[in-house]
């Protein structure tokens, strides 16, 4: 059974730091492994804001890149996604997911959150201005 765990969220100001982490279980990485992170705001479909191939292959949300960056280590089996120059904009529920055969079928890993099988629990992240 495929378990994620999140943590590292939090309230920061404007221009701030933090770092998730998911603890990744129950899977053996293979090829077809994407993994990624999602956000969500009440009222507003969930979005992919990061992903990484089995490869280390790396994919950003244009609204992310430059101040997002995200990391697998494999054996830690932990997701990381560390963000810098955080806005309001950026307050949400952060949830990791992984799929186990969506990178089989080429390409980047970052897809819409229906393509994922696997979810973590979310953890919230608030940016006060």
């Known amino acids: 059974q495929v378990k994620l765990v999140e943590s590292g969220g939090g309230s920061v100001q404007a221009g701030g730091s933090l770092r998730l982490s998911c603890v990744a279980s129950?899977?053996?990485?293979?090829?077809?492994?994407?993994m990624g992170w999602f956000r969500q705001v009440p009222g507003k479909e969930r979005e992919v804001v990061a992903a990484?191939?089995?490869?280390?292959?790396?994919n950003y949300a244009d609204s992310v890149k430059g101040r997002f960056t995200i990391a697998k280590d494999n054996v830690k089996n932990t997701l990381y996604l560390q963000m810098n120059s955080l806005n309001p904009e950026d307050t949400a529920v952060y949830y990791c997911a992984a799929d186990l055969v969506l990178g089989f079928y080429g390409g980047t890993c970052l897809r819409g959150d229906i393509e994922y099988n696997y979810w973590g629990q979310g953890t919230q992240v608030t940016v006060s201005s």
């Open positions: 990484v191939n089995n490869d280390g292959t790396t």
């Open positions: 129950g899977y053996t990485s293979s090829g077809g492994v994407c």
